[in-house]
């Protein structure tokens, strides 16, 4: 099944469904573009192997992965064998590892899948 890269120019902390599985199938994350350039302060990038952002709530649901991204910058990660997504793609930035604030501006993020 091939899977379109995904890209957002203006995530927040408000979960967003990044890859759809529920005609089944599985996504493998290859790779991973977060960008923070607009935020003086530090950024992560929480991810979630769930169907819907319905069943996210961004600081009390644990994510499965989490990016950061330092101030002022991005962060770009190469997967070489992947990683497996079973259900689906969920995302949200915020200004914690695992918190519900949003970054104080919009971050960017790009997801290549194989």
């Avoid at 990683?83 to 970054?103: C, D, E, Q, W």
């Amino acid at each position: 099944m091939y899977i379109a890269p995904y890209a957002n120019g203006a995530l927040t902390s408000t979960a967003v469904l990044a890859v759809n599985l529920s005609k089944g199938g599985t996504a493998t994350l290859q790779a991973i573009f977060f960008g923070n350039e607009a935020n003086s302060a530090p950024s992560y990038l929480q991810i979630w192997d769930v169907a819907t952002a319905a069943v996210v709530t961004v600081g009390t649901t644990p994510p499965n992965m989490i990016i950061d991204a330092p101030a002022l910058l991005g962060n770009s990660l190469d997967f070489t064998l992947g990683v497996l997504f079973k259900n689906g793609v969920v995302i949200a930035a915020t200004t914690t590892a695992t918190g519900s604030t949003a970054p104080s501006s919009n971050c960017t993020v790009t997801l290549a899948f194989h």
